[in-house]
């Protein structure tokens, strides 16, 4: 406590809080009280009259104040809204007024019991006839008519972004409604919720940089979950037949408006379902959303209308043919498909050493700043896609989707893989890529995962949904630190 005071000299400001604590404490009021009998939040309280003669007791904090004498006017506010108080030295008695009213600064928590009046500026406002101090503000808020602005603040001190700000509050409570509803839309559906491991002792499921653990016990190294798939279809194996995992995943990759190091995703599977259906589910499920959020399926983001509804479909293929004229349908080499991205300035890296890679290059490259009505982009090279069943038709290419909106992809789903003989060739090509130097892939072949298909997979549809950035479409938030009550920062020093 000492060494807490003694920083004191340093901030003035905090200073005269603890002098005004003080003499509080000598008056018999606990600066910070024990917990109050709040029966009434504002929210609740705002729908009623005066008329209804009901009396209320609620807390909030004091967000404003304002009079001199024997008045005072302030508005509290309390997760569910904001109400102004009167605050009377008549009614409240002397002792009460001088001892906590005069004492107050906006940011103090307080319990205020009365009934409700309207003021002549016509405001609904609650008369206390019993105030409490349950707790005192030591740090001065930022200034009311200002905010906080500081986006940088605003992320590192979230918990001051939730008090100054409003909309910041909504967008959060919007985001549990988001995942109540992604719950609600499969439970209804015969999904189970299920739990999968959060540490891997084999990289897999997707195609990302892990963050690497040790157990010190066991002397072994671990991988942070880039991504459940392998555990859920296991479960598919074992017998289940529609579950998902709603769930934290883990990737060491860049930071931007779109990319936080954690993040949230929920992945589903469905036995004797395939990617169409999969693509009707996705469609159905952010439909729904947007329906339940914000009454209609037309939103603007970013500055652009858009439709959630009547999803497009088109084969990746065709959207590159369309875009730079270039026809992958046609057999080529790997020497000419370089030659092609040669000249559109299309980057070959390193360990790309397939047309199916050439060919993703250029969607990514050329063509995902085009998509931006609600389009499912299917027919993803085999070489790009070591989990998803090849097309039937054309083998070169595979029964997957990534639904992107407005530029950016929002799903990753497919017909699962479930032969083991070609799983582990995609696998062991997985290998020698990051032989190479990719080291997104996984270094080692899965075997376990292999036996496990030995035993029979069901033909099934997969799914994986990036919670994060559904908030941001569905709320408007531009950068992924909107919905993420506590991103990832770069440390002050």
């Known amino acids: ?20 604590i003080e003499e509080l404490e000598k008056s018999g009021i606990k600066a910070f009280g024990p917990k109050y009998d709040k029966q009434n939040m504002i929210g609740d309280i705002l729908k009623h009259s005066p008329e209804e003669n009901l009396k209320f007791k609620t807390a909030g904090r004091l967000m404003s104040l304002r009079g001199k004498g024997k008045v005072y006017f ?11 108080v009167y605050l009377k030295k008549d009614e409240l008695g002397e002792e009460i007024f001088d001892k906590i009213v005069k004492m107050l600064n906006v940011g103090d928590i307080i319990a205020v019991e009365g009934e409700l009046f309207i ?57 549990t409604k988001i ?37 010190n016990t ?55 379902a395939d990617f169409n259906d999969m693509m009707d589910l996705t469609e159905g499920l952010i439909t729904t959303i947007a329906k339940e959020i914000n009454g209609t399926t037309e939103i603007t983001y970013d500055g652009v209308d858009l439709k959630l509804e009547n999803f497009a479909r088109v084969h990746m293929v065709d959207l590159i043919k369309e875009v730079t004229g270039v026809d992958f349908w046609q057999d080529m080499s790997f020497e000419e498909a370089k030659k092609l991205a040669k000249e559109h300035n299309v980057e070959v890296a390193e360990h790309m050493n397939s047309v199916g890679h050439i060919i993703n290059q250029f969607f990514e490259e050329k063509c995902e700043e085009k998509v931006i009505q609600p389009t499912f982009i299917y027919g993803h090279p085999v070489e790009i896609s070591p989990l998803a069943k090849r097309n039937a038709d054309n083998p070169k290419f595979t029964d997957r989707f990534e639904l992107f909106i407005n530029k950016r992809e929002y799903a990753n789903a497919f017909t699962e893989l479930n032969d083991p003989a070609d799983q582990r060739g995609r696998f062991e090509a997985q290998v020698e890529e990051a032989m190479l130097g990719n080291d997104e892939v996984p270094p080692v072949v899965d075997d376990d995962y292999v036996e496990a298909l030995e035993y029979g997979m069901p033909p099934t549809g997969g799914l994986g949904i990036g919670i994060d950035r559904l908030v941001m479409l569905i709320t408007g938030a531009p950068s992924i630190r909107d919905v993420i009550l506590f991103p990832q920062m770069k440390p002050r020093d």
């Open 1 to 20: 406590m000492e060494r807490y005071f003694d920083r004191l000299e340093k901030e003035p400001l905090i200073a005269e809080r603890w002098k005004k």
């Open 74 to 84: 302030g508005h509290i506010e309390d997760q569910s809204g904001k109400i102004q």
């Open 119 to 175: 003021t002549h500026t016509e405001e609904l406002t609650l008369r206390g006839s019993k105030v409490n101090l349950l707790t005192k503000n030591v740090r001065a808020l930022p200034e009311k008519y200002h905010g906080l602005t500081d986006v940088e603040i605003r992320y590192r001190k979230r918990y001051l972004d939730l008090i100054m700000n409003k909309d910041v509050r909504d967008t959060f409570i919007k985001r």
């Open 179 to 215: 995942i109540k509803l992604v719950r609600k839309y499969l439970d209804d559906r015969g999904f189970l919720e299920v739990e999968t491991p959060i540490m891997h002792p084999i990289l897999g499921g997707a195609a990302a940089r892990p963050f690497i653990t040790h157990h």
């Open 218 to 272: 066991l002397d072994i190294d671990l991988y942070l979950r880039i991504a459940p798939e392998l555990y859920l279809k296991r479960l598919i194996v074992g017998g289940f037949e529609k579950v998902y995992d709603l769930n934290r995943n883990f990737r060491n990759e860049g930071i931007s408006t779109r990319h936080n190091p954690e993040f949230t995703m929920v992945e589903l599977y469905q036995a004797h």
